[in-house]
């Protein structure tokens, strides 16, 4: 599996840099063989990913291209946070986001919210409905402090393709990715400790940190293939870092996939300066190649990676099931998770399992990849439609948000306050900095699929953008 | 309300103490009248209050008198905790409890699961199942932080019960009342910081400080009365102590109510020092009298108490809702909810709010009240009859758990191993402090229904008690 994954990762990351353009003949399958000593099949097996991935295209007997359609935005520039530990702050828009109540007369393309309309989870419901009507009542008790069993057992199993060989006992069931996170980083770190993460970052990790009194130390990050291993290891020299947090794989919210061979290199710093990893897992399974990404965890020999997920964005997130692996750490993620709130509640918890048990899981998983795939080339579309020209953009690989850089200067708090009146929301870039960087950049959700409506109000983000951006050369400013 | 029950408690505590003894004739309505300066319908109303308790009967034309069948174990010592901060032992024993997964063939007394075989459960349980069938699936996304605002409201009408004005605004929903705790904790404290809390004490809240790195202050506590605040006065003067702990109605696991006037006197106790009061009320509405006793929040006036409960002990555990009112600390305890599960899960909430709203929530309370109020006397009956000649008892005014207390010495922890292989296990005592005292003392639960197999299993635990006795003497220790 390895092999082939590694080489599509390769071709992507040089597609996606401009190393070959639209239209541009690829490097031939007896060429590639050739120059990285792999078999034609392998590269064939590569050729499918990226087609897989829109980014090649097969001709009938002239090989592989770049596909000429291809006119994206430009990618974001890497970010530059601050090079020292910094308090967190940005709770307030934060609280803006999540104290939002869904509403009819408001599109929301600020927050996580997976699609949850799809026919592939009509299982789930009645497995849902159906525990609470049966006798012995297995949703009302106390649930073992690990979790329920039988989910623990299918998780273990699902987690088989990232490449983790983990045993139910390895495992302790959350209530949601959000409590894995914060048990992770309550069983790592102490107040005052500095905590690496990815910049832009999730702000549900970095407001935890704020919670508990540590420091961020946002390390720069690149769109396409993560969290700069060489600034991270100028950081981990530079400052006393317990541990890194970072979602490496469909990472919210620039969308990329961090390449094997750097989560390879991840792991070695972290044993070389003996710090914990914190793998923000929870988008990895809706990676729109397969087979899914291998996760950090599954190169982990010492235990030393904490890996966090949930069923929130493959399922949905009212279930408020996640799960940690925390290697090393388990006595302390265990006693982290009863203080935190008891046990996870449990009838959710048995209806996942018997949709897992029963297969209906990879049916729906392979749907909602298909989906949000190519949702993210209509949103990119409509980005590169109505957004004012020079707009930047993600090039997400799996998951279903798009990142969105507008020029310097730019403010999207006020673009959002603009948009409120308009019946549209979008997630500000600043919450996704611990010192309210990227305040020029937002983050649109394109799980749902494309309506007139969605079309109408990601055109009234664009049109406002515009009004701003002119109303500031009016100014003069 | 007030006068009433004041009079009541102070009857009550005078029977309990033994001033009037067993068939005794209690004063008459007019003696009391006068001596107190109340009407003879608020004396009349205490005599009914004392005799829904069990601790008068009416003779005709004789007055009232103490039931002379009441032959009651004698009540638990005080206990005599380290009189300083002591860091928080225990969390072995407290796993061995949580990790114990419900297995047909133990009868497990140690856990504080309620009855959830009433058929007043029904419509909560149609609830939850007709939720998931739902076309518009509210189960499945995102709540606003706050929680659901139906629930809320619903949840503000309940407190009117305890005294308590408040909004829905004031109000937000947890994942059970361990994460109120937990959330209420972080919110007032730091680690290092002392709290002081009720001895023997609920297990959850103190882990939850040993998790935190803060250090638990016993306050010894009367089994009638509470924690004594003479010892609570002494120690506020002594140490920096930032919050006082405690479940001052129906506590668990000694059962006792603390007199309102204890409860007013401990707020102004904790107006004088500056320190926040974190009140569990989780047994509160299952008071055996009626109306249910007031919270120490009822008569907060500067928002320093925070009050924390759940439908965990009235419905079900496996439901994971409960709620906080914060006080002033809101922004914080809305800070630390966020951190801790961000929000949570919409699916029961929607149910409870539902169950409520529909007035099924009383006529459940007032039957369990009345079953558990029977139980407890079935229960203390074969602890008279089963246990060690000389062993004390707790006298339960609501909930449904009875404290042991065992001869001085006594190992319960070895007890509960000895009961392991004959199917029955009891919460042992140590895990009620912080320091590992009350090893001495177990807690049985009475939720459910005596059966010949409950009684086979009390008797059980008092045979290998008697058993263990006997050991020990033979031992010559």
């Known amino acids: 599996m390895t092999l ?7 071709l992507g990351t040089r597609i996606e840099q401009g190393f070959y353009r639209p239209g541009d003949r690829l490097p031939s399958v007896r060429a590639l063989s050739t120059e990285h000593g792999v078999s034609l099949s392998t590269v064939q097996q590569a050729y499918r990913v990226l087609e897989d991935n829109g980014l090649a295209m097969p001709k009938p007997k002239s090989g592989y291209f ?47 919210m997976p699609d949850i309309h799809s026919p592939t989870m009509k299982p789930l419901l009645r497995s849902l409905a159906q525990i609470s009507r049966r ?19 299918q998780i273990a199993r699902l987690l088989l393709d990232s490449g983790c060989q983990l045993g139910a006992n390895d495992l302790i069931v959350t209530t949601g990715c959000h409590e894995a996170l914060s048990v992770s980083i309550r069983a790592t770190c102490e107040p005052g400790d500095i905590v690496a993460v990815d910049s832009p970052s999730f702000h549900g990790a970095m407001q935890t940190l704020k919670g508990l009194g540590m ?10 293939t993560g969290i700069s291993l060489d600034a991270l290891e100028l950081a ?27 989560k390879r290199a991840l792991l070695t710093l972290a044993q070389r300066f003996d710090v914990a990893i914190i793998e923000d ?42 799960w940690v692996a925390p290697g090393r750490y388990l006595e302390r993620v265990l006693h982290m998770k009863y203080i935190s709130t008891g046990s996870t509640a449990p009838q959710p918890q048995i209806a996942i399992a018997e949709f897992l048990k029963n297969g209906h899981f990879e049916p729906h998983l392979r749907r909602m990849r298909t989906q949000y795939q ?13 957004f004012p020209s020079g707009t930047r953009a993600s090039r997400p690989r799996g998951s279903f948000m798009l990142w969105v850089e507008l020029p310097e200067g730019f403010d999207t708090l006020k673009l959002n306050r603009v948009l409120h009146d308009r019946g549209v929301q979008v997630a500000v870039g600043s919450i996704f900095s611990a ?23 990601v055109r009234k983000v664009g049109a406002a953008a515009i009004a701003l951006l002119n109303e500031t050369h009016g100014d003069g400013v």
């Open 4 to 10: 082939y994954v590694n080489l599509a990762e390769l």
């Open 66 to 112: 770049v596909p000429v359609s291809r006119e994206l935005p430009d990618l974001p520039a890497i970010g530059r946070p601050a090079q020292r530990p910094v308090d967190i702050s940005q709770w307030d828009q934060v609280l803006e986001l999540i104290r939002a109540v869904p509403r009819k007369d408001v599109v929301q393309l600020g927050r996580g």
């Open 135 to 153: 006798q012995d009542m297995p949703g009302l008790y106390y649930d073992n402090i690990y979790g329920n069993l039988a989910l623990r057992e």
């Open 215 to 224: 420091k961020a130390m946002e390390i720069p990050t690149d769109p396409l």
């Open 236 to 262: 981990l020299e530079q400052w006393p870092i317990k541990a890194i947090q970072l979602t490496p794989s469909c990472n919210n919210p620039l969308g990329y996939i961090m390449p094997e061979a750097n």
């Open 281 to 322: 897992d929870v988008y990895g399974d809706l990676a729109y190649t397969y087979p899914r990404p291998r996760t950090i965890k599954s190169f982990d020999e010492d235990g030393r990676v904490l890996l966090c997920s949930s069923f929130s964005k493959t399922l949905a997130p009212g279930l408020r099931v996640g």
């Open 374 to 386: 190519r949702n993210r080339d209509v949103m990119i579309d409509w980005v590169s439609r109505y």
């Open 435 to 457: 010192s309210g960087k990227y305040r020029n950049c937002l983050r649109m959700n394109y799980a749902a699929k494309p309506t007139a409506q969605i079309e109408e109000a």
